[in-house]
T-cell receptor, first 112, second 118 residues
Framework: GQNIDQPTEMTATEGAIVQINCTYQ??????LFWYQQHAGEAPTFLSY????GLEEKGRFSSFLSRSKGYSYLLLKELQMKDSASYLC?????????????FGRGTSLIVHP | GAVVSQHPSRVICKSGTSVKIECRSL??????MFWYRQFPKKSLMLMAT?????????EQGVEKDKFLINHASLTLSTLTVTSAHPEDSSFYIC??????????????FGPGTRLTVL
């Protein structure tokens, strides 16, 4: 089966740095995604990791360790608009379909 | 990035009626589209995978006779919630994958449809 775990809620201060962790146990692995979702809106793509290491994209970075089944999303220089839910999704070659399974999401609240 | 649209964005209906939701890929062809349901403060739950020109593949626990999926063209998939009940009220989101870019690509999500069944 697939199991993806991430914290339910986190709070941080504007201008600070926050790290959102994601651990997973899946049948096979074919990439990990991070999405941002504002309330009432569809998820938007943030990052994709398939190899170990850190991928940096502006204020956002994502890290992956396949041996540990672990990833994190790092947000720097937090802005109020970063308040959203952050979804970790793992893709596995289940049945050949390569469909990502989503975690419950981490609700990030950024306060002044 | 690629654009996926959904229509309608919001619908309110009476219990027992049917509701059709459209999902379109606007600037790419999607042989596969996905339908998700999301309850408040919950994760996206995959309902079914919609394949162009063939029957949809439903996830365990999803009633295929209640959630009818049609993928008639490479740019359009529809989800019909038949005989809707209040418990079907949810946020329905579709996504599409541009398989022309291979497997190592992202899914593009539509803006979602908020269904409220009275």
């Amino acid at each position: 089966g697939q199991n993806i775990d991430q914290p339910t809620e986190m709070t941080a201060t504007e201008g600070a740095i926050v790290q959102i962790n994601c651990t997973y146990q899946t049948s096979g692995f074919n990439g990990l995604f991070w999405y941002q979702q504002h309330a009432g809106e569809a998820p938007t793509f943030l990052s994709y990791n398939v190899l170990d290491g850190l991928e940096e994209k502006g204020r956002f970075s994502s890290f992956l360790s396949r041996s540990k089944g672990y990833s994190y999303l790092l947000l720097k220089e937090l802005q109020m608009k970063d308040s959203a839910s952050y979804l970790c999704a793992v893709r596995s070659p289940s049945g050949g379909s390569y469909i990502p399974t989503f975690g419950r999401g981490t609700s990030l609240i950024v306060h002044p | 990035g690629a654009v996926v649209s959904q229509h309608p964005s919001r619908v309110i209906c009476k219990s027992g009626t049917s509701v059709k939701i459209e999902c379109r890929s606007l600037d790419f062809q999607a042989t596969t589209m996905f339908w998700y349901r999301q309850f408040p403060k919950k994760s996206l739950m995959l309902m079914a995978t919609s394949n162009e020109g063939s029957k949809a593949t439903y996830e365990q626990g999803v009633e295929k006779d209640k959630f009818l999926i049609n993928h008639a063209s490479l740019t359009l998939s529809t989800l019909t919630v038949t005989s809707a009940h209040p418990e079907d009220s949810s946020f329905y989101i579709c996504s599409a994958r541009d398989l022309g870019q291979g497997l190592d690509n992202e899914q593009f999500f539509g803006p979602g449809t908020r269904l409220t069944v009275l």
